[in-house]
């Protein structure tokens, strides 16, 4: 297994950063699109609850399924598996969003509001502080179900560790195989430990 | 002058049958002090919070020193009203300073002058200005916390103050020391106090006029004394003579 690292260390450490770029580029894009649908739906309860409805449908379709479905679409690829990852990554932000946000106590947003604070300040100055933990761990769930389910995303040519593990497989190289399956798992261990720590540290403060 | 005008002011929640407010109207000059006593349910803090438009009236009207409160921007409206609140609704995460300094921040006063606002205003609600600026909310009694509410509402220098059973959760010995910095700090300021209780002794200590509410109807607004000589109702009877009986009990322990 050494042996094959250090024969072919590109071979591992590219997939590596393959597998680390679609996470970021997932997680970015997910984050983005998940503030719009908090705030388009904090104080929208029907909207929030129809939201909610339609994003675990989504995030109950197998993996696999949801890939296939939009091959003919957006074709094999990148673009494809960041779209589903992407998708799987909104019923957890937002559930956890939302849930964050109205958990702040409602003396003291009904405090602000009556000192008259904008609905934005509210948000920015008070939910948001407040929340951040609460925000944070959903971030940080989010990134460990791309990180893994990610690895499937090299059934559609996105590449990454997971390629790696289903060459592995095709050929029967056991380095491979314990190679991808290593990575894919330590990375998903070690980010979520990691921002673990910093979401602790947050909280003291 | 005329401070607050209520002209037939009438709420129901919706899901609900009963009226919250049923056609109140009431008068208040710049300058009183004002005390809404009333048991839960009676449409007091319906009342006050429709004063600064946490509430809208489902008819009637509601002016501030002569201007219609529907045609302002909510927003402006509270910043030129305090409110303070039995939860107290302190920021958790800021300190006594950064709470008491939120708003002169949001408008963008600069900082010299929102710390100097700060000392004056923990001076005036009697709390060392040095020991406790930086403290978090955490750190302070419930009684302290709620000097702070008062700062924090007092912050941007509004005409009226609404207090919504501000000492509700307070013990009693802290409570009678509060009701007396709140009337010091009346005395001085000429503000208009508008105090939510259902206390009665509270109602009739701090007021110099009294609305007694029940079921959503303003059953009497009148000075302590009037009231008291002259009960306009027959809730307003039972509840003078309860707090009648109250002191009969108490004398006869003594």
């Not at chain 2, 030129?80 to 921040?105: A, D, K, S």
Request: hydrophobic fraction near 45%; glycine fraction near 8%; aromatic fraction near 6%.
């Amino acid at each position: 297994m050494i042996d094959y690292l250090t024969r072919h260390p590109e071979k591992i450490i590219n997939p590596l950063l393959q597998h680390i770029q679609l996470v970021a580029v997932t997680l970015v894009l997910s984050i983005l699109l998940v503030a719009a649908l908090t705030l388009l739906s904090l104080n929208r309860p029907r909207l929030s609850n129809a939201l909610h409805q339609v994003l675990s449908v989504v995030y109950s379709i197998p993996s696999l399924a949801l890939f296939a479905v939009l091959i003919p679409v957006t074709g094999l690829g990148t673009v494809t598996a960041v779209i589903v990852l992407t998708a799987y990554n909104q019923y957890l932000l937002l559930r956890s969003f939302t849930t964050g946000l109205r958990e702040v106590e409602s003396s003291v947003v009904e405090a602000a509001r009556g000192i008259g604070m904008t609905e934005g300040q509210i948000l920015t100055r008070v939910q948001i502080p407040l929340a951040k933990r609460a925000l944070f761990a959903g971030v940080r769930l989010a990134v460990v179900s791309t990180i893994c389910i990610g690895t499937i995303a090299a059934s559609i040519n996105a590449g990454g560790l997971g390629a790696l593990l289903f060459d592995g497989l095709r050929t029967m190289n056991i380095a491979k195989i314990l190679w991808g399956s290593l990575l894919s798992a330590g990375l998903a261990i070690s980010v979520n430990a990691l921002l673990k720590l910093a979401e602790e540290r947050m909280g003291r403060t | 002058m005329t401070a607050i005008e209520y002209r037939k002011v009438c709420k129901q929640f919706t899901g609900s049958r009963a009226y919250a407010l049923q056609s109140v109207s009431a008068s208040i000059e710049e300058g009183e002090f004002i005390t809404i006593l009333g048991s839960s349910g009676c449409g007091k803090t319906t009342l006050l919070k429709m004063t600064n438009r946490l509430y809208e009236p489902d008819s009637g009207e509601i002016l501030l020193f002569g201007e219609h409160i529907g045609d302002k921007d909510p927003v402006e409206l509270r910043r030129g009203v305090g409110y303070v609140i039995q939860q107290v609704g302190l920021f958790p995460h800021l300190t006594v300073e950064e709470n008491i300094g939120m708003m002169p921040g949001l408008l963008k006063w600069d900082r010299e002058r929102i710390a100097v606002r700060v000392t004056e205003l923990l001076t005036l609600v009697g709390l060392e200005p040095e020991r406790f600026r930086g403290r978090y909310p955490s750190q302070l009694s419930g009684g302290q916390q709620q000097r702070i509410g008062l700062a924090l509402a007092l912050a941007l220098d509004p005409k009226v103050m609404l207090l919504d059973e501000p000492f509700g959760a307070i013990d009693a010995i802290t409570r009678l020391n509060l009701q007396n910095e709140l009337l010091r700090i009346h005395g001085g300021l000429g503000k208009t106090f508008l105090f939510v209780t259902h206390d009665i002794n509270e109602a009739f200590k701090l007021g110099n006029r009294v609305m007694i509410m029940n079921e959503g109807r303003l059953l009497q607004f009148d000075t302590p004394k009037n009231i008291v000589q002259r009960p306009a109702d027959p809730f307003v009877e039972t509840l003078i003579r309860s707090a009648r009986e109250q002191e009969t009990f108490w004398e006869a322990v003594t």
